[in-house]
C-alpha cells in the first residue's frame, strides 16, 4: 500500500482514522464514491493486517480452503460495505472501531467456525518445557510456514514499538520475571512462543487478545467490534493473558526437563 504516513503509536494512528470521519461523510453526503475510497484506503492499513491474520490462522488449521481467499478478497468487499452502511456510524469515536466489526464479519461469513484444540487449553497448567519445544518445532513446521502473504504482517504504517511480555505480566511485581526472559530468549523467541499459545488458543480469546494488545482497542470498543459483553470481553482477555503467562512461566521457570 503507499500514502504511508509514520505514527509514533497505536493511539495516534486511531485519532488520525477518527479524524477523517467528517471528510468522508461530507464526501459520502456529496455522492462522490472514488473520493471516498481514496481517502478511507488511509484508513486501513492495520484493517488489512487483522484480515490477513485471521486468513493464516484459518488456513493453517484447515478453517478455509487454500488458494481461494486473499486479503484483498475482503479488503473489496468491505470498500462496498463501509460506503454502504457508512449512515451506522453514529460518530468518529466510534468510526475506527465500527470499521473491525465490518471486516470480523466478513470474515466470520467465510471461515468455517474452528475447533480449538481442548487438550492443549485444559492442560496448559501441565506441559512440560520438553513437550513445550516439541509443540513448537511442530508449529514452526506445520502453522504458519506456506501461507498467503505472511509479508503482508510487515505491512505497518508505524513503528512495532509494542513489547509483548508487557501485555502478560501486567503485575508491578513481575519485572524480574520479565527481565529473565529478555535475557534468556530476546525478543524474537519470546513472540514466537506467544504466537504459538495464541494459534491453538480459542478463537474468540485469541482475537479479543490481538485486539487489545496489537490494535490497542479497549474493552468497550472491542465488545462493539465482537458483539459480546464488557464481562465477556474481560473474561477472555483475562485467560488469554492468564494462559500466556502460565506457559511462559511453565517453560522457562519451572523444574522440568
Keep these: ?17 477518527a479524524s477523517t470521519y467528517p471528510d468522508l461523510k461530507e464526501i ?11 481517502l478511507l484506503l488511509k484508513d486501513l492499513p492495520q484493517v488489512r493486517r487483522y484480515i490477513t491474520k485471521r486468513l493464516n490462522t484459518a488456513l493453517s488449521k484447515g478453517n478455509l480452503p487454500r488458494g481461494k481467499y486473499r486479503p484483498d478478497d475482503f479488503i473489496d468487499q468491505l470498500f462496498i460495505e463501509v460506503y454502504d452502511h457508512f449512515d451506522e456510524v453514529g460518530n468518529k469515536a466510534d468510526f475506527y472501531p465500527w470499521l473491525f466489526k465490518k471486516a470480523d464479519e466478513l470474515l466470520d461469513d467465510t471461515i468455517i467456525d474452528e475447533e480449538f484444540d481442548a ?3 485444559e492442560n496448559i497448567d501441565d506441559f512440560s518445557r520438553p513437550e513445550w519445544n516439541e509443540m513448537e518445532e511442530k508449529f514452526s513446521t506445520d502453522g504458519d510456514g506456506d501461507l498467503v502473504m505472511l509479508e503482508e504482517l510487515d505491512d505497518i504504517s508505524y513503528p512495532k514499538n509494542d513489547y ?24 524474537k523467541n519470546i513472540r514466537r512462543h506467544a504466537d504459538m499459545v495464541l494459534h491453538y488458543l480459542p478463537l474468540p480469546m485469541r ?5 487489545a494488545t496489537q490494535y490497542h482497542f479497549d474493552v468497550e470498543e472491542i465488545a462493539k467490534i465482537r458483539n459480546q459483553s464488557i464481562q465477556e470481553i474481560r473474561e477472555l482477555l483475562e485467560n488469554a493473558r492468564k494462559s ?14
Excluded: C
Aim: proline share 0%.
Design 1 to 17: 500500500m503507499n500514502n504511508k504516513i509514520v505514527y509514533k503509536t497505536r493511539k495516534e494512528f486511531h485519532i488520525f482514522v
Design 28 to 38: 459520502k453526503d456529496f455522492g462522490d464514491k472514488k473520493a471516498f475510497n481514496e
Design 119 to 121: 487438550v492443549f487449553f
Design 207 to 211: 482475537t479479543v487478545f490481538e485486539l
Design 244 to 257: 500466556l503467562e502460565t506457559s511462559f512461566l511453565n517453560r522457562h521457570f519451572a523444574d522440568n526437563t
Design 164 to 187: 509483548m511480555l508487557n501485555h502478560v505480566f501486567v503485575e508491578d511485581d513481575k519485572k524480574e520475571i520479565i527481565d529473565k526472559l529478555d535475557k534468556e530468549l530476546g525478543e
